[in-house]
């Protein structure tokens, strides 16, 4: 029987985050050399593997689309057949597309006066523009302007969820506003902290966990569920 969920204090946060730098290292993350590339990187990245995303950004380099000057200008048609290797790429092209505009209209086609604005204006605008929900915007808060917000994702809330953390609510607001409210406002931490988790639940906290060879089992509820029962470990859990 796993043990009682609780609600995490920051000395659970800052623990989490102390035991997966120390068994993982740094993760150097957002992987771009400009906010150009990282801001495509987060729209391809939907809903697809990073690997396929690279292959997209090779693609867009190559066919030299490598600018919001060169996406404006880019017929849509090019653009959707550029990103096709990481899937939904006709949305995903107008995704792109929709966003030079949007700079091209209201920012110079730059993003320098865009991050200027205070994080909470900052997401508003973003949201407001066609396919960016709330995981991409704050990616490029994050990544891109380098402003303290944290990115949750479905890792995130299925690693709180198996910690036997009671977030509420258990939503993207809700881990949002406990994971800020109970760390330091420092993007670089919140930037390793998320990559941490990814890279945790890539390779570790998988669909089916890998409790017996996990980093911080000792700290998680249901690790010490599936050490002590021992079968459970084969099958998915929540
Ligand atoms: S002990 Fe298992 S469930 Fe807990 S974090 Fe590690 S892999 Fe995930």
């Not at 066919?63 to 090019?78: C, G, L, M, N, Y």
């Not at 991050?115 to 995981?135: C, H, M, S, T, Y």
Request: aromatic content about 10%.
């Amino acid at each position: 029987m796993s043990a009682r969920k609780y609600r995490p204090n920051a000395i659970d946060l800052q623990r989490l985050f102390d035991r997966m730098l120390s068994a993982y290292g740094p993760q150097h993350w957002w992987p771009a050399e400009s906010d150009y590339e990282m801001i495509i990187g987060a729209i391809l990245t939907q809903n697809t593997a990073w690997r396929n995303v690279e292959t997209a950004l090779t693609q867009l380099k190559s066919a030299h689309i490598w600018s919001w000057d060169e996406v404006f200008e880019a017929q849509i048609e090019t653009l959707a057949e550029v990103v096709r290797p990481s899937g939904y790429f006709n949305q995903k092209a107008r995704k792109i597309k929709l966003f030079s505009e949007f700079l091209d209209r209201e920012f110079g086609r730059s993003t320098d006066d865009l991050f200027q604005l205070p994080i909470d204006n900052l997401r508003k605008v973003l949201l407001a523009q066609w396919g960016i929900g709330p995981e991409t915007a704050d990616d490029i808060i994050l990544y891109a302007a380098k402003k303290p917000v944290f990115v949750i994702d479905k890792y995130t809330q299925r690693l709180t969820s198996r910690l036997g953390w009671e977030i509420k609510p258990a939503n993207y607001e809700g881990h949002r506003a406990s994971f800020e409210s109970l760390l330091p406002h420092d993007a670089k931490m919140f930037g390793e902290y998320h990559a941490l988790i990814d890279h945790h639940c890539n390779t570790t906290c998988q669909k089916t966990p890998k409790c017996a060879e996990c980093p911080i089992v000792d700290i998680c509820n249901t690790g010490a569920a599936t050490i002590s029962s021992p079968e459970s470990a084969t099958h998915p859990v929540a």
